[in-house]
Nanobody, 118 residues
Framework: VQLQASGGGLVQPGGSLMLSCAAS????????MGWYRQAPGKQRELVAT???????NYAESVKGRFTIFAYNAKNTVYLQMKGLKPEDTAVYYC?????????????WGQGTQVTVSS
């Protein structure tokens, strides 16, 4: 399974960005896709995940600001980010292969940088 992520960039505080991730290839990609992020000097952390049935899970720090959604027919997951804060600055990674909303899968995208700065 290959994951191709896109959509990162530089945005001012309060701004918006949307990330997308397309899954392709053979193999068991699990039933959950999602986004994790890693800031310099910190551990990788869950941002948001979504199951094929549409159940979502968010980190407390992004609830109400970020929305994850997916088009199952296209094996694509999106992360709409609004009200961005400097502390959202990180490399964001697409993830797949898990069957649980709170457990990392074994497939990772290449990472896309999100920088929130004035």
């Amino acid at each position: 399974v290959q994951l191709q992520a896109s959509g990162g960039g530089l945005v001012q505080p309060g701004g918006s960005l949307m990330l997308s991730c397309a899954a392709s290839g053979s193999g068991d990609s699990g039933t959950v896709m999602g986004w994790y992020r890693q800031a310099p000097g910190k551990q990788r952390e869950l941002v948001a995940t979504i199951s094929r049935g549409g159940t979502t899970n968010y980190a407390e720090s992004v609830k109400g600001r970020f929305t994850i959604f997916a088009y199952n027919a296209k094996n694509t997951v999106y992360l709409q980010m609004k009200g961005l804060k400097p502390e959202d600055t990180a490399v964001y990674y697409c993830n797949a292969g898990s069957s649980f909303l709170t457990v990392m899968g074994r497939f990772w995208g290449q990472g896309t940088q999100v920088t929130v700065s004035s």
